[in-house]
């Protein structure tokens, strides 16, 4: 990650996974480029326990639950970009689609991104993350996550336009705990 990383600007990190997933840095960061633990999942939860069951926290389709029953995680990492240093700021997970696609498309609403985008953006995850999960071994995510939402008699646009309806920006990060100051630090961010 190290120096391509700091010549395109990042200067923070955002790391939303929990403390018992992370890993040693394969490559080391320069001093310049800050790491923010701020774990997405709540994990010992009675809706951490359910949604394992359901679907392992691995498709959109807890996103709508997940604002409503346990907005302060997405808050705090919403926050977190908000008060973040000047420069560029990248998050992340572990597959970088869930707990990555959950903060990304709280972003994109309130950027004023149309729906189809925050869905084309979503799904752009499973190109790019394509030849990974390949060289890894595992079941293509795309096909996985769409039969997981058809046993539910749901699609991933249908799951995730359920959550971008649910979203009233700004309102959702206000009431949740963003301060103006930080909504407005947040919107110079993501205009500029």
Same mark, same amino acid.
């Given at each position: 990650?190290?120096?391509?990383?700091? $010549?395109?600007?990042?200067?923070?990190?955002?790391?939303?996974?929990?403390?018992?997933?992370?890993?040693?840095?394969? $490559?080391?960061?320069?001093?310049?480029?800050?790491?923010?633990?701020?774990? /997405?999942?709540?994990?010992?939860?009675?809706?951490?326990?359910?949604?394992?069951? !359901?679907?392992?926290?691995?498709?959109? *389709?807890?996103?709508?639950?997940?604002?409503?029953?346990?907005?302060?995680?997405?808050?705090? $990492?919403?926050?977190?970009?908000?008060?973040?240093?000047?420069?560029?700021?990248?998050?992340?997970? =572990?597959?970088?689609?869930?707990?990555?696609?959950?903060?990304?498309?709280?972003?994109?609403?309130?950027?004023?991104? =149309?729906?189809?985008? !925050?869905?084309?953006?979503?799904?752009?995850?499973?190109?790019?993350?394509?030849?990974?999960?390949?060289?890894?071994?595992?079941?293509?995510?795309?096909?996985?996550?769409?039969? *997981?939402?058809?046993?539910?008699?749901?699609? !991933?646009?249908?799951? *995730?336009?359920?959550?971008?309806?649910? *979203?009233?920006?700004?309102?959702?990060? /206000?009431?949740?705990?963003?301060?103006?100051?930080?909504?407005?630090?947040?919107?110079?961010?993501?205009?500029?």
């Amino acid at each position: 990650m190290g120096g391509a990383a700091w $010549a395109y600007g990042v200067r923070i990190v955002i790391d939303l996974r929990d403390p018992d997933e992370r890993e040693p840095e394969h $490559a080391s960061r320069p001093a310049g480029i800050t790491t923010v633990q701020t774990p /997405l999942d709540p994990v010992g939860t009675p809706f951490y326990e359910q949604w394992t069951k !359901i679907d392992n926290l691995s498709s959109p *389709l807890y996103y709508p639950a997940m604002l409503i029953e346990h907005p302060e995680p997405v808050v705090t $990492a919403v926050r977190a970009i908000a008060n973040a240093a000047p420069g560029c700021v990248v998050f992340h997970c =572990a597959g970088g689609k869930d707990r990555t696609g959950l903060l990304a498309l709280v972003l994109l609403a309130l950027a004023g991104a =149309a729906p189809e985008e !925050i869905i084309a953006d979503y799904l752009l995850t499973y190109d790019r993350m394509k030849q990974r999960y390949d060289e890894l071994g595992f079941r293509d995510q795309l096909t996985g996550v769409t039969e *997981l939402l058809a046993a539910r008699n749901t699609t !991933i646009d249908a799951s *995730l336009t359920s959550t971008i309806t649910l *979203l009233t920006m700004p309102d959702f990060l /206000l009431d949740n705990g963003l301060s103006d100051t930080e909504l407005a630090a947040l919107h110079t961010r993501l205009t500029i």
